[in-house]
C-alpha cells in the first residue's frame, strides 16, 4: 500500500465542509446568536469545500499516477457478535473520480450562491446546509463498509428534505419536501433489507469481506423459496437506487423537488443525491455480477425512466422541470449501463454528467435571475443578446447532453447504447430501442427549452406572473413587465464558464483511461465470458477522435439532429404547430400532464388505502381487539367474576352456617347416588 495516502489527510476531505457547516449554521443563525454575517459565513464554508476539492485532487492524482490504495477502519464502534460496525474509507480510483466530482460541483454552487441567495434572508442557512450535504456525500463514497454506506445515504436524505423545503412559508415546498422524503423511505426499506441479508449470510458490512463470500452466497436460495438469495440481495439493494436515484416508479419525488433553489437542484440532482444509486450499484459489481435475473430488472428499470421520463420533459413550461426530467432520462441511461453490466460506461456518464448538468442548472438559474425570477418559458424569448455568457455556456450545455459528437456527453452516450446493442440479457432489446428512441427525445426538448428561452420574439410583456418570483414573495414594480433580461453577476457566470469547460473536454480526456485502461482495474468486477458489452465495445473503440468522426455516421447522431431541427421548425419557424398537436393527441397529452397518472395512483390508491388499512388496524384491531377485548374485557371480567365472589363473602355467620349445610347435602346426595 503507497504511504501517500494518510488517513489524517482523507479524514479532512469530508470534515471540511463540516467545519464550515458548523460554523455557518450555529454562528452564522439565529440559532447561535448570529454572531458572524454572510461573508464570514460564505467564505467558511467555500473554504470548507474548497480544501475539500484540493485533497480530493491530490488524493485523485496519488491513485492514478502512484497507484495509491487506502482500505482501513478508522474507528470501530460496537461489536455484536461477529459483527463489526466501524467507520472506515476505502479509497480506489472509483471513490477518487466521485470525491473530486462532488467536491468541484459542490464548489462551484457554493460560489453560485453568493449571487443567487444575496436577497435571501436564509443566506447563512442555506450555506450552511449544502455543505452538510457535501460532507454526507463524501461520507458515503468514501465508505469501506455498508453502515457508513446507510450512514450517508441516509445524511444526504435527510439534508435533501431540509433544501428542497427549504423556503418552509410556501406550502408546495412542504409537500415536495415531504414526497421526496416518503418516496425515498419506500426504497431505503429494501435497501436495509439488502444491507441485512447480507449481514445475515455473509457474517459481515465490510465491503472487501461480503465480496469474498459473494461465491458462497450465489449457491443458497433464499428461506422459504427457489429464489437464488444473491438476486433477491441484488434487487433489494437496488430498490434504494431506485429511490434515490429516481428510477420508475420511484421517480415522482425529483420534479417537485425544484420547489427549492436553483442551487441545490443543480447540488442535489446533478452529481450527488441522485448518482448515489449509480454509484453504489457500481461498486457492489461483485455481487450483480452473479445474478442476470437482477441485472435484466435494473436493465429494464432504467429503459423505462430513460424513455418514459424523456417524453415529459417535452411538455413542461417551468425551465428547472424541464431539467428535471432530462435529469431523470439521464439517470435511466446511467442505469440501462449498470444493466448491460457497463458499469466503468455508467460512471463515465456519472461524471459527464455531473457536469453539463451541473452546468444546464446553473444556468437555467442564471436566466430566472436575469429575467426577475419568472421560469416559464412561454414568457422568455430573444434572451441571447441580453445574457451573452448564460447564453453560450447553456448551449454548450444543452449539446453535451444530446450527445453531439465531440462534447463530453456524445462519448458516455454513445458508449452506452453500443453496450446495451451488445448485451444479451432478457429485455436488452427493449432497452436498446429506449435509449436510441431516448436520443430523438432529449434532443428535441432540450432545444425546445434552448429556442424559446434564447431565440424568438421577447414576450416578456405577456407574462400574466411577472411580479413573482419562486420565493413566493411579490417584488412589486421593480421586477415587472418593462424590465429588459440583464447578465447575472460574476460570481453566478463564472461558475457557468467553469463547469462549460469539462463538458466539452472531459469525456475525450478520460474515455479511454476510465473504459479501456486499468483505470478501474479491480475495482469493477466483470464476468466478460457471461456478460460482453465491455469487449465488444473495445473493438469498436480506438480512440476519442475516431469515435467522434464515425459518431456523425450513426444513427444516434442523426436521430439527435432530427430532433433540433423539428424543435426548431415547431417553435421558430411554425409555433401554431404544438398548439394544433396538442389538440390533435388531446388524450395523450392530458396523459403526459398528468405524468402518467402515477402521483394520482400514489396519492388516492396508495396512500388512501395505506389510510384505510391503518384506520382499520387502528378501529378493528388496537381500539376494538386489544383495548376492547383483551385489555377492557379482561379488567371486565375480573370485575364480574369478583362481584359474584364478592357476593359468597358476605362476612355473616348464618350465610357461611347455610353454604356448609347446603354443602352436606350435595355430598350426601352424591354418594347415595354412587351407592345405588
Known amino acids: 500500500m503507497s504511504q501517500t495516502l494518510s488517513a489524517a489527510t482523507l479524514l479532512a476531505v469530508p470534515l471540511a465542509p463540516l467545519a464550515g457547516s458548523l460554523i455557518a449554521g450555529i454562528l452564522g443563525t439565529a440559532f447561535g446568536g448570529n454572531r458572524i454575517g454572510r461573508t464570514a459565513s460564505h467564505t467558511a464554508t467555500i473554504l470548507g469545500v474548497l480544501a475539500a476539492f484540493i485533497l480530493s485532487a491530490m488524493t485523485f492524482k496519488s491513485v492514478v499516477a502512484d497507484g495509491a490504495r487506502f482500505n482501513q477502519t478508522l474507528y470501530e464502534w460496537m461489536v455484536v457478535g461477529g459483527l463489526k460496525m466501524e467507520v472506515g474509507f476505502l479509497i480506489d480510483s472509483l471513490t477518487a473520480t466521485m470525491m473530486c466530482v462532488v467536491t468541484f460541483v459542490s464548489l462551484m454552487v ?13 443566506y447563512d442557512r442555506f450555506f450552511s446546509y449544502i455543505s452538510l450535504f457535501t460532507f454526507s ?10 453502515l457508513q454506506l446507510f450512514f450517508g445515504w441516509e445524511a444526504v436524505g435527510l439534508v435533501s428534505y431540509l433544501l428542497i423545503g427549504f423556503w418552509f412559508n410556501k406550502p408546495s415546498a412542504i409537500f415536495a419536501n415531504m414526497k421526496a422524503f416518503l418516496v425515498n423511505r419506500v426504497g431505503d426499506f429494501g435497501f436495509i433489507l439488502g444491507i441485512g441479508l447480507i449481514a445475515a449470510y455473509a457474517g459481515t458490512l465490510n465491503y472487501a469481506d461480503a465480496f469474498a463470500k459473494a461465491g458462497e ?31 420508475f416508479p420511484l421517480h415522482v419525488w425529483l420534479p417537485d423537488s425544484m420547489e427549492g433553489p436553483t442551487p441545490i437542484s443543480a447540488l442535489i440532482h446533478a452529481a450527488t443525491m441522485v448518482t448515489a444509486g449509480i454509484f453504489m450499484v457500481a461498486r457492489m459489481s461483485p455481487l450483480f455480477e452473479l445474478s442476470d435475473t437482477a441485472l435484466s430488472f435494473v436493465l429494464v428499470i432504467g429503459a423505462i425512466t430513460a424513455l418514459f421520463m424523456g417524453f415529459l420533459g417535452i411538455i413542461q413550461n417551468d425551465i428547472k422541470r424541464v431539467v428535471a426530467y432530462s435529469t431523470l432520462s439521464q439517470l435511466g441511461y446511467m442505469t440501462v449501463a449498470l444493466g448491460a453490466s457497463a458499469y466503468s460506461v455508467a460512471v463515465f456518464h456519472l461524471m459527464t454528467h455531473a457536469f453539463f448538468k451541473a452546468l444546464l442548472f446553473l444556468a437555467a438559474g442564471s436566466v430566472i435571475m436575469g429575467l426577475h425570477h419568472n421560469q416559464d418559458i412561454r414568457w422568455m424569448g430573444g434572451v441571447r443578446k441580453y445574457m451573452p455568457i448564460t447564453w453560450i455556456t447553456f448551449l454548450l450545455g444543452s449539446l453535451a447532453l444530446i450527445g453531439t459528437p465531440f462534447f463530453a456527453g456524445f462519448y458516455s452516450k454513445d458508449a452506452i447504447i453500443e453496450a446495451v446493442h451488445a448485451s444479451h440479457l432478457p429485455g436488452a432489446g427493449f432497452a436498446y430501442f429506449a435509449v436510441l428512441a431516448g436520443v430523438f427525445v432529449t434532443a428535441f426538448y432540450s ?4 429556442f424559446l428561452v434564447f431565440h424568438g420574439k421577447e414576450r416578456y410583456d405577456r407574462n400574466p406572473d411577472a411580479h413573482h418570483d419562486d420565493h413566493g414573495h411579490d417584488h412589486g414594480h421593480d421586477h415587472g413587465h418593462d424590465h429588459k433580461p440583464h447578465e447575472s453577476p460574476w460570481v453566478v457566470w463564472l461558475p457557468l464558464v467553469l463547469l462549460a469547460i469539462p463538458s466539452v473536454v472531459i469525456g475525450a480526456m478520460a474515455l479511454m483511461p476510465m473504459l479501456f485502461g486499468d483505470f478501474f482495474q479491480g475495482v469493477i468486477h466483470v464476468d466478460h465470458e457471461k456478460h460482453h458489452a465491455m469487449a465488444e465495445l473495445a473493438e469498436e473503440i480506438h480512440g476519442w477522435v475516431p469515435m467522434a468522426l464515425h459518431g456523425f455516421t450513426a444513427l444516434p447522431f442523426w436521430l439527435a439532429l432530427a430532433g433540433v ?18 389538440r390533435a393527441v388531446q388524450p395523450v397529452y392530458k396523459l403526459l400532464d398528468n405524468k402518467y397518472y402515477l402521483d394520482w395512483f400514489n396519492e388516492n390508491i396508495l ?8 384506520t382499520g388496524l387502528w378501529k378493528g384491531g388496537d381500539r376494538a381487539l386489544i ?8 379488567w371486565k371480567l375480573v370485575g364480574w367474576f369478583s362481584g359474584v365472589v364478592r357476593w359468597l363473602q358476605s362476612g355473616y355467620l348464618y350465610h357461611y ?11 350426601m346426595t352424591y354418594f347415595v347416588w354412587l351407592n345405588k
Not at 110 to 122: K, L, P, Q, S
Not at 137 to 146: A, C, D, H, Y
Open 607 to 614: 396512500a388512501r388505502g395505506a389510510r384505510m388499512l391503518g
Open 565 to 582: 431541427a423539428l424543435s426548431y421548425y415547431m417553435y421558430m419557424v411554425n409555433p401554431a404547430l404544438p398548439a394544433a398537436i396538442q
Open 110 to 122: 457554493h460560489v453560485y450562491t453568493i449571487g443567487y441567495m444575496a436577497e435571501d434572508d436564509g
Open 627 to 634: 383495548d376492547g377485548a383483551v385489555v377492557n374485557g379482561s
Open 137 to 146: 456525500m463524501l461520507m458515503l463514497v468514501m465508505s469501506n463498509n455498508f
Open 447 to 450: 432545444f425546445r427549452l434552448y
Open 657 to 667: 352456617a347455610l353454604v356448609m349445610i347446603l354443602g352436606v347435602f350435595v355430598l
Open 217 to 247: 452466497l450465489s449457491t443458497l436460495t433464499f428461506p422459504g423459496t427457489q429464489w437464488m438469495l444473491i438476486t433477491v440481495i441484488c434487487i433489494c439493494l437496488f430498490i434504494g437506487a431506485m429511490g434515490k436515484s429516481a428510477q
